[in-house]
């Protein structure tokens, strides 16, 4: 007899309060009185259980309709709960917000609503401009090409600087970003791989990772987004290589680079605070104790800046670099009592 799927279960153990709470007031507005009731129920029922058990579940439901048709109220509830979650979470990044503006302009695009698409699709493409988000770009280009042929106006596909061309520069940046995807991947496996060991061989697959043509130099990174990651890779295999110099050298690239922009996005900040992390600890690993105090002051006022932009993963993460920092440069120095009132802060922040 086949398993009954805990799918359902485990959607709702993932749950957060708030999100609980918005899937009650989704359902409530989108379903039928009488269905709604016992979508509530199933989930409660669900949402009690330690573990998932189907027949602890059924004798815990007193509905039968619940009882003999669960497999389908279970799916429902699933569906339920990802459009809740989808209406709840649908501004919470930049991708998402450009995604819902794009299946509106979709939908306004097929009931042939073509100004009122191209200035749902206006803002779309200028929050994925600004965040880089180039399959989304294309996206958007080739609906504004469905439109532009269906009213005839060609001019805006082929003239300089139209859609045509557009999508070919998009299409380019993000097959230099793919390229540094996938060397990032690879990097990944080949330190998740030979982590416990130091041979000869390690030594030799990361040269090969550095002397990869994509990290020869910053220029051959065309878009913020594969320059951060150039500047993550190449920083950080040189110093697994030892070459501490060299990977200053390159966090101090990475740093002129952000500083040189108007504004940081939050993929910005994580990468910016890494970076700082690392060039603090370089800064002690070469004697400059000095220069690393200040680094990690940098990285606090930054911290404290931004932390109203900054995603919670992302504030957790920073937090939890700037604390290493901190207790690190206390135990490198014999100071274990500001060690000791840094770890006291951190295990309460």
Do not use: W
Request: proline content about 1%; aromatic content about 12%.
């Amino acid at each position: 007899m086949k398993t009954p799927s805990d799918d359902l279960f485990i959607l709702i153990k993932s749950l957060s309060s708030a999100e609980k709470r918005y899937f009650k007031i989704f359902s409530t507005i989108h379903s039928g009185k009488s269905f709604n009731k016992k979508y509530i129920i199933l989930f409660d029922a669900i949402d009690r259980l330690k573990q998932y058990d189907e027949k602890k579940l059924k004798t815990r439901l007193k509905d039968d309709t619940l009882k003999s048709n669960l497999k389908m109220f279970k799916s429902y509830v699933s569906e339920v709960i990802l459009n809740s979650l989808e209406k709840y979470h649908q501004n919470s990044t930049k991708q998402l917000q450009v995604n819902h503006l794009f299946a509106q302009a979709h939908i306004l695009c097929s009931k042939r609503l073509f100004p009122l698409c191209e200035k749902v699709l206006k803002k779309a493409e200028s929050i994925a401009e600004s965040e880089e988000l180039f399959p989304e770009l294309i996206n958007i280009l080739f609906l504004k090409i469905e439109i532009a042929r269906a009213t005839e106006q060609y001019e805006k596909i082929f003239s300089t600087n139209g859609h045509k061309q557009r999508v070919s520069s998009f299409s380019n940046l993000l097959h230099n970003y793919t390229e540094y995807l996938f060397l990032g991947l690879n990097a990944e496996q080949v330190l998740k791989k030979n982590f416990l060991t130091r041979k000869n061989t390690d030594r030799i697959m990361h040269k090969q990772i550095l002397a990869n043509t994509l990290l020869l130099n910053s220029t051959k990174a065309k878009s913020a987004t594969a320059k951060r990651m150039y500047f993550n890779l190449k920083s950080r295999f040189l110093m697994i290589m030892g070459q501490d110099q060299k990977a200053y050298d390159v966090i101090l690239e990475c740093i002129s680079f952000y500083k040189s922009k108007n504004t940081l996005a939050n993929q910005d900040l994580s990468f910016y605070f890494i970076t700082l992390y690392n060039k603090a600890i370089i800064e002690f690993i070469i004697g400059q104790a000095k220069t690393a105090y200040e680094t990690i002051h940098c990285f606090q006022e930054m911290l404290e800046r931004y932390m109203h932009q900054l995603s919670a993963n992302a504030l957790v993460n920073g937090n939890d670099q700037l604390y290493t920092l901190k207790i690190g440069s206390c135990i490198s120095t014999g100071d274990f009592k500001a060690a000791e009132k840094h770890l006291d802060e951190f295990e309460h922040a």
